[in-house]
């Protein structure tokens, strides 16, 4: 495996298992000795077009990886608990990353989602714990189960327009959490989804949500202020679990309004928070 000018492993066909397809190579086993790996474009004239599922897991001597435009897919598991991975380039050629990709990369501290990129995985950076920035594309629809679960070094994330959809458990545990964007447009925000952001200070529901499902805002003890259209016609059984500096802001007589009565939340009327 030749060497660059920048300690940067420039990897050669030999550091992995592949498999041929009809649309190139996916490498689906690096077996290379590590560092800051550069993947190769293509191999006897077939490009490398996909990372398969659990090509680098554990791969604990691997420290950064640069991936080729060309490639399109990542697979489930594909980097997961590579402890060492820093940092990663991924092109804008992938449309595609699976589930797990990045569980358990501990050592990750930043990420740019490609630009076609429309849904994050299931579990995608769960226990990133020195994830503290990512940069997600304005395509993304979806933001799977336990998607960012663990990740403690996030401060603050901004989620794009186009997100329909936040998973079950998305932001579990998330404990330096402390400002989050919910545009306009989701209608689902899953079961424990900010359960235990203990740093979050207050969150705005959207209009198009219209409901809220069991413990999603459970035990975040910091949780001041939440605002909750009319739209929001059902709310479950623990949402605001723990949270006992919670004042919910809410029409009168909406849904909301009526729960928290029923429940012993101190609630203020949307009317009277404007004044």
């Given at each position: 495996?030749?060497?660059?000018?920048?300690n940067?492993t420039?990897?050669?066909?030999?550091?992995?298992?592949?498999?041929?397809?009809?649309?190139?190579?996916?490498?689906?086993?690096?077996?290379?000795?590590?560092?800051?790996?550069?993947?190769?474009?293509?191999?006897?004239?077939?490009?490398?077009?996909?990372?398969?599922?659990?090509?680098?897991?554990?791969?604990?001597?691997?420290?950064?990886?640069?991936?080729?435009?060309?490639?399109?897919?990542?697979?489930?598991?594909?980097f997961?608990?590579c402890?060492?991975?820093?940092?990663?380039?991924?092109?804008?050629?992938?449309?595609?990353?699976?589930?797990?990709?990045?569980?358990?990369?501990?050592?990750?501290?930043?990420?740019v989602?490609?630009?076609?990129?429309?849904?994050?995985g299931?579990?995608?950076?769960?226990?990133?714990?020195?994830?503290?920035?990512?940069?997600?594309?304005?395509?993304?629809?979806s933001?799977?189960?336990?998607?960012?679960?663990?990740?403690?070094?996030?401060?603050?994330?901004?989620?794009?327009?186009?997100?329909?959809?936040?998973?079950?458990?998305?932001?579990?545990?998330?404990?330096?959490?402390?400002?989050?964007?919910?545009?306009?447009?989701?209608?689902?925000?899953?079961?424990?989804?900010?359960?235990?952001?203990?740093?979050?200070?207050?969150?705005?529901?959207?209009?198009?949500?219209?409901?809220?499902?069991?413990?999603?805002?459970?035990?975040?003890?910091?949780?001041?202020?939440?605002?909750?259209?009319?739209?929001?016609?059902?709310?479950?059984?623990?949402?605001?679990?723990n949270?006992?500096?919670?004042?919910?802001?809410?029409?009168?007589?909406?849904?909301?309004?009526?729960?928290?009565?029923?429940?012993?939340?101190?609630?203020?009327?949307?009317?009277?928070a404007?004044?």
């Amino acid at each position: 495996m030749p060497q660059n000018n920048f300690n940067r492993t420039i990897a050669d066909i030999a550091d992995f298992e592949y498999k041929i397809t009809a649309d190139g190579i996916i490498l689906t086993k690096y077996i290379g000795s590590g560092g800051e790996v550069i993947i190769p474009r293509g191999h006897d004239g077939l490009p490398v077009v996909g990372i398969g599922g659990s090509a680098f897991e554990e791969c604990k001597n691997v420290t950064g990886i640069i991936l080729p435009e060309g490639i399109t897919s990542i697979g489930d598991w594909a980097f997961m608990c590579c402890s060492s991975l820093a940092t990663i380039t991924i092109p804008n050629s992938v449309t595609d990353m699976g589930d797990n990709v990045f569980e358990g990369c501990t050592a990750l501290t930043a990420i740019v989602i490609p630009s076609g990129i429309a849904y994050i995985g299931d579990c995608a950076f769960t226990d990133c714990i020195n994830l503290s920035f990512i940069d997600l594309p304005d395509h993304i629809a979806s933001v799977g189960d336990s998607a960012f679960a663990g990740c403690i070094g996030l401060t603050d994330i901004a989620l794009p327009k186009g997100v329909a959809n936040i998973g079950d458990f998305a932001f579990y545990g998330c404990s330096s959490l402390n400002s989050i964007t919910i545009p306009d447009g989701v209608t689902i925000i899953g079961a424990g989804a900010f359960c235990e952001c203990v740093s979050l200070t207050d969150i705005t529901i959207p209009n198009s949500l219209a409901s809220i499902r069991r413990k999603t805002f459970c035990d975040c003890i910091a949780l001041t202020t939440v605002t909750i259209p009319a739209s929001v016609t059902y709310i479950a059984e623990e949402a605001f679990k723990n949270c006992p500096n919670l004042t919910v802001l809410c029409p009168e007589n909406s849904h909301a309004w009526q729960y928290c009565e029923e429940n012993g939340i101190r609630h203020k009327s949307l009317a009277s928070a404007d004044k």
